[in-house]
């Protein structure tokens, strides 16, 4: 069993071992050397002539083994003193202590989103990035039916994101229908190729399913690319229809939203439906989990995720269980899409690559896969926090996969939150998974 | 007639090359149960250290085309073995016995982080490289339409072939090759046996990464442009390989990339060339669905 924060590591005497510290630091640069002499110590650029050449970074290259170096050295000397414990200690009290602020949290966050166009009315900087915010809450909340409760692993959840979008852009554009309207139709669709994918590949394992859906969503991409006739290839659909206040459009006509209601007409009027528009489909999305999961599929998808050869055993279909938490996943991707094809006003098949995908799915990860609160907070953090680092976009990415790494490794069940099954036998008591994976073995 | 066989040498072309990136799938798949998701972006860092290499024994004065190369050949293998082990090291040593999902998405992290790294250090466009290997012969003319062999493709498929027969020898005659058939088979068992599990595993994923890196050079060859996102594309289609040769069976992973390769350059020759990954990543499915233990493999039983 390899669990990293067991308390193995507080029984071991707090003794300093320099020596053995140093040769570890040492052999780690060696190898980080060995790994970045050419990829950082050498940048190919297109020189004058047209040809590519090479120009040498010893400064980069240098900084960079430096620090794995002392970064190693750091680690091995903490692993050896009684800080770790500690630390082992305080980390395994956060989440308790996170669930118990979780109470307070929620409808602060809550209230925040309700008041956040009031609040900065005059700002639609600060409008914009909350409905950023809250498109990827929510399909971090769609995409945590599938992997959180369900534990399947959907790497191509991005494809029911354009579904939904295209969806709503063709029809608005080609019948003339209304958002209201085309927002179920996506949804549906949507859903529909959820089941389409999901029913042959749902009875497969579930590391085939992650590939599956990851060359699905890569499929869509290319038929969008080249479907040209239908979807406008690359160059993408452009004006699809602004969203309206329930007929009433966001302009400055007589029967325009503002002078229905005796307003003076302002632009950010529209920014706010859209807002509010988003925080109810967001809403709308916590509130259909969190209501399925007393429901019973909803107890079949955790069990599921748990262990499904003990559900086969019990006599739950597990293709049709699956294939439900796939299709809702896919119908809040595909509610998302539309959202997003009115907001943008245009869509291309640029929106919608592998990147965005793993994007939310690591939101879904750090945020503790099948908590709420831990995703909309992973998202807040994720999306709005890089705003404020703006100049450190280009290193979004990078970081993003150096946590989902690190949380694997540390805390397997999520940085933030943890969700343990709704329902328990009895006495609530908490069986850790590591504990039923070695009872298994 | 001429344009088949000019397509078919092209396929067993492509086909080799995939061929070798899938065994590095297979082979983890069969060791550890788990898909290396970051394989093909090793792939892909096993070519930029190549073009990196090459460029770099260019400007300190090493001209000769044959010496370069079969220099650039071994620093590929070895740095890119580097990264294999390390990715092992880092992102799925400290998970084995973890729920499982999380070596999944711990290789999907990596898999991020390699192409964002590649991104980074050398920047986001693509790099040519203008060919190395001149020449060619052509095998047969006929109304106007020659079916062209290069230098660059006999290469490429001579490699191959050497590469799988050393590494055939290796896995059935050497030390190393019964412990990673003994790890296949069960891993607890072996470690009881006085299998270095650890030990083995690290090894099965230093010599998937030196395969891919021989398949990044090559691409490299080949194609002589490459960029951060080439390994995404080609690690599904080495994937699709080693599922339709069925997966865990080193034969069938190369059977499989030919296979692969064969269909994918008909179906552009043919149909469309803009569908050619579709046509791929269809296979992938179909074969899940119809057949999913493969061409060699064999039925695998869940147990508890």
Not at chain 1, 383 to 405: C, P, Y
Not at chain 2, 62 to 83: D, G
Not at chain 2, 269 to 282: G, L
């Amino acid at each position: 069993m390899a669990v990293p924060n067991e308390p193995a590591t507080r029984a071991r005497p707090a003794k300093l071992d320099l020596a053995g510290a140093l040769k570890d630091a040492a052999l780690a640069a060696f190898v980080a050397f060995g790994l970045f002499s050419l990829m950082l110590g050498l940048r190919t650029d297109t020189g004058a002539s047209g040809r590519l050449q090479v120009s040498p970074r010893p400064g980069l290259l240098a900084t960079v083994v430096a620090a794995v170096f002392a970064g190693r050295l750091m680690v091995a000397l903490i692993a050896r003193s009684r800080i770790a414990a500690d630390f082992t200690r305080s980390v395994q009290t956060i989440t308790p202590q996170f669930e118990k602020l979780g109470r307070f949290v929620a409808p602060a966050l809550l209230a925040l989103a309700l008041l956040a166009p009031v609040l900065f009315y005059s700002n639609r900087y600060i409008l914009d990035l909350g409905i950023l915010v809250l498109t990827y809450i929510m399909l971090g909340w769609g995409l945590n039916i599938v992997v959180g409760l369900a534990g399947l692993l959907d790497l191509g959840y991005v494809a029911f994101y354009a579904v939904g979008a295209y969806a709503y852009a063709l029809l608005a554009q080609n019948f003339g229908l209304s958002f209201w309207i085309c927002l179920p139709l996506a949804g549906i669709l949507a859903a529909f190729w959820g089941v389409m994918l999901g029913f042959p590949v749902l009875r497969l394992r579930g590391d085939y399913l992650a590939i599956v859906t990851l060359a699905f969503g890569e499929i869509i991409r290319i038929v969008i690319i080249n479907w040209q006739s239908f979807t406008n290839g690359p160059n993408g659909i452009s004006g699809i229809p602004r969203p309206s206040f329930f007929g009433a459009p966001f302009n400055d006509s007589e029967a325009g939203f503002a002078a229905l209601f005796g307003l003076e007409f302002n632009p950010v009027h529209r920014i706010i439906f859209l807002f509010y528009l988003i925080l109810a489909l967001a809403l709308l999305t916590n509130f259909v989990t969190l209501r399925l999961r007393r429901l019973p599929i909803g107890r079949a998808w955790e069990a599921l995720r748990e262990d499904e050869i003990a559900c086969r055993s019990l006599g739950i279909n597990t293709t049709n269980t699956k294939l439900t938490a796939f299709a809702m996943g896919a119908m809040f991707g595909g509610f998302a899409g539309s959202f997003f094809a009115t907001r943008q006003g245009f869509i291309s098949p640029e929106s919608f690559v592998f990147m965005e995908s793993a994007l939310v799915l690591a939101i879904v990860v750090l945020g503790g896969m099948g908590s709420q609160l831990g995703v909309a907070v992973a998202a807040l953090v994720m999306i709005g926090g890089f705003e404020f680092f703006r100049q450190f976009e280009q290193f979004r990415m990078l970081v993003f996969g150096i946590a989902m790494v690190s949380i694997m490794v540390w805390r397997p069940r999520g940085l933030i939150a943890t969700r343990t099954p709704s329902v328990f036998l009895q006495k609530k008591k908490i069986i850790p998974a590591d504990i039923i994976e070695e009872a298994r073995q | 007639m001429e344009y088949f066989l000019q397509q078919l040498i092209n396929g067993i072309v492509l086909g080799s090359i995939y061929g070798l990136v899938a065994i590095g799938y297979t082979m983890v798949y069969g060791i550890i149960g788990m898909i290396n998701f970051a394989h093909g972006d090793v792939f892909m860092v096993g070519a930029f250290l190549a073009l990196i290499a090459f460029l770099a024994l260019l400007a300190i004065g090493v001209t000769a085309i044959p010496l370069a190369l079969f220099l650039v050949l071994i620093v590929a293998m070895l740095l890119a073995a580097l990264y294999g082990w390390a990715v092992e090291r880092l992102a799925y040593r400290p998970l084995r016995g973890s729920h499982r999902l999380a070596p999944l998405i711990s290789a999907i992290g990596m898999s991020i982080v390699l192409q964002n790294y590649v991104q980074l250090a050398q920047g986001a466009r693509v790099k040519p490289l203008p060919p190395l290997i001149p020449g060619g012969y052509t095998l047969w003319e006929h109304n106007g339409f020659a079916v062209q062999l290069s230098n660059v493709q006999i290469i490429i498929v001579v490699t191959t072939l050497a590469l799988m027969i050393v590494f055939s020898w290796l896995v059935s005659a050497t030390k190393l090759g019964r412990n990673m058939r003994a790890c296949e088979q069960d891993l607890k068992m072996a470690s009881l046996v006085g299998v270095d599990i650890d030990r083995t595993i690290s090894l099965t994923f230093v010599i998937g990464a030196a395969l891919a890196a021989v398949a990044g050079v090559m691409y490299l060859l080949y194609y002589g442009v490459i960029d951060f996102f080439i390994g995404f594309i080609a690690g599904v289609k080495a994937f699709t390989a080693a599922v339709l040769g069925g997966i865990g069976s080193l034969p069938g992973a190369m059977l499989g990339g030919l296979l692969i390769g064969l269909i994918e350059t008909f179906w552009s020759a043919y149909f469309s060339a803009e569908y050619k990954d579709v046509a791929a990543f269809s296979i992938l499915v179909l074969v899940l669905i119809f057949m999913p233990t493969g061409i060699l493999g064999r039925p695998e039983v869940e147990k508890v």
